[in-house]
């Protein structure tokens, strides 16, 4: 369309410059020219926390915040919470599309093969301190995963890169488990190839003293539903760390390494720990009008943790699901006692202004803490149980981002505050 353009005047100088505009975007270069006089370096885009940039064209996952729709290749949430599972997803995620039986089986074995870890990777693990926190494990390991596989550096070459794609989403849950074990003081459990992902995870974690110990059905199900929910979230602060530090062409493992580092932030994948710190810290449901009287507060510093969201200006479309879900996990666990804080806490926010102005509803993070504490995990294990999921989201972005010839090594501008050029000052004269 001949109109898709910005007409802009710089009234610097009173040029005047026609700029074009493609799916809703104009490019951040085609400012650059804007200048008032030759030795000007061009007009520049100021977005701190990207709040209104794409770093990126993506195929993989669509998210419509203020319709809280969330679809991965297509596929809507809540249908492949429902049909899928995390394996058949992790493939429609990488692959783009849904899989014919012949190449889930494939799949399914390939990701089977690769769940052992080197042994030296156990030696490693026994160096971090008896209370190390899981996330720090997890993150150390997947970066030390680099050095088991040099080949790994070859990002370029399709079946190289792939082969530690699915390498990294084999290995996460064993690396998770043995980080759990240690913090735990309890030995390793090796993986179990005639399990699935998810029960064969669960089993790592969970057995003890009874080789043929597993896990309930219905757990293993509920938890396999929360990983086709975290699986890929589209540009977060955990997928942008990813693909910023893969722009140098690092191999994958490092650059995952960095995604589980942001993810291990409270405003981020932390925010399900936090979510049940909270939860604890209110106490009583009576406590909840206190509390969010506290959070409204302008002078102090309380969050809401597990509602708001960069995106989501709707009841975020997981956590619908997860809350069906807990239903489900408390038929066999027993009610979570902090359910009806949480219940509460929701519904009294969602009538108050401040909420309602702001668009603040509940994330994914906000009920999932509460399945995972039923199901018997410590809260500083839970962020695990979002990087687990979220590697498959990590490496296929990696993999978009490497063969996108429109991609370089990422490198944002900057506006410089600082003082001018001055000269060095000896101490005895300062
Ligand atoms: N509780 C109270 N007020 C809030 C909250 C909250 N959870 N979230 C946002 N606000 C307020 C914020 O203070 C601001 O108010 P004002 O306009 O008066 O200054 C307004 O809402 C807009 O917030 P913002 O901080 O500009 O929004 P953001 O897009 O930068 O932040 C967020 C998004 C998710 C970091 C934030 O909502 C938050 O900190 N939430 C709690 C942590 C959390 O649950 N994180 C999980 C996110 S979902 C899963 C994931 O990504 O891992």
């Known amino acids: 369309m001949a109109n898709d353009t910005l007409s802009v005047t710089d009234n610097r100088t009173g040029k005047k410059y026609e700029l074009k ?133 070859q990002v370029k070459n399709k079946e190289v890169r792939r082969n530690q794609m699915m390498r990294l989403i084999a290995k996460m849950p064993t690396l998770a488990a043995f980080s759990y074990r240690h913090s735990q003081g309890l030995p390793y459990i090796y993986p179990n190839n005639d399990l699935s992902y998810t029960e064969n995870f669960l089993t790592m974690v969970k057995s003890i003293g009874k080789p043929n110990w597993r896990p309930h059905p219905a757990l293993v199900r509920a938890l396999d539903v929360l990983f086709i929910l975290h699986a890929d979230h589209e540009q977060n602060c955990s997928t942008t760390s990813v693909r910023v530090v893969g722009s140098s062409e690092v191999d994958p493992y490092s650059a995952v390494a960095a995604g589980i580092t942001a993810l291990y932030g409270p405003l981020h994948g932390g925010a399900n720990e936090a979510v049940l710190r909270m939860l604890r810290e209110i106490g009583d449901k009576k406590n909840v009008p206190e509390f969010i009287k506290k959070v409204k507060d302008k002078d102090g510093d309380k969050k809401l943790m597990g509602f708001g969201h960069r995106v989501y200006k709707n009841y975020d479309p997981r956590a619908k699901v997860i809350k069906k879900a807990c239903d489900e996990v408390f038929e066999v666990t027993g009610k979570n006692p902090l359910l009806d804080i949480a219940v509460e806490l929701e519904r009294i926010a969602l009538q108050d202004d401040y909420f309602v102005q702001r ?65 060095y000052v000896p101490t005895e004269k300062r």
């Open 21 to 153: 505009i493609e799916n809703g975007c104009i490019r951040a270069m085609d400012l650059r020219g804007m200048k008032v006089d030759a030795e000007d370096f061009g007009l520049m885009a100021y977005d701190p926390a990207f709040m209104n940039t794409a770093n990126c064209k993506s195929a993989i996952t669509f998210i419509d915040g203020d319709k809280g729709i969330l679809e991965y290749r297509g596929y809507p949430i809540d249908q492949l919470a429902e049909k899928s599972t995390h394996l058949e997803t992790s493939y429609l995620l990488m692959n783009g599309e849904l899989p014919t039986k012949p190449q889930l089986d494939e799949f399914v074995t390939k990701i089977t093969h690769h769940t052992y870890v080197h042994e030296n990777i156990k030696q490693f693990m026994d160096g971090f301190r008896y209370d190390a926190h899981p996330m720090s494990m997890l993150a150390s390991t997947v970066a030390a995963l680099s050095s088991f596989y040099p080949e790994a550096k």
């Open 359 to 423: 668009k603040l509803y509940p994330n994914v993070d906000f009920y999932s803490g509460l399945i995972y504490e039923a199901m018997g995990f410590p809260m500083e294990f839970f962020t695990c149980l979002f990087a687990i999921p979220r590697t498959v989201g990590w490496v296929t972005q990696f993999e978009e981002m490497i063969t996108d010839n429109e991609q370089k090594i990422a490198r944002p501008r900057q506006i410089f505050t600082g003082p001018k050029k001055r000269d």
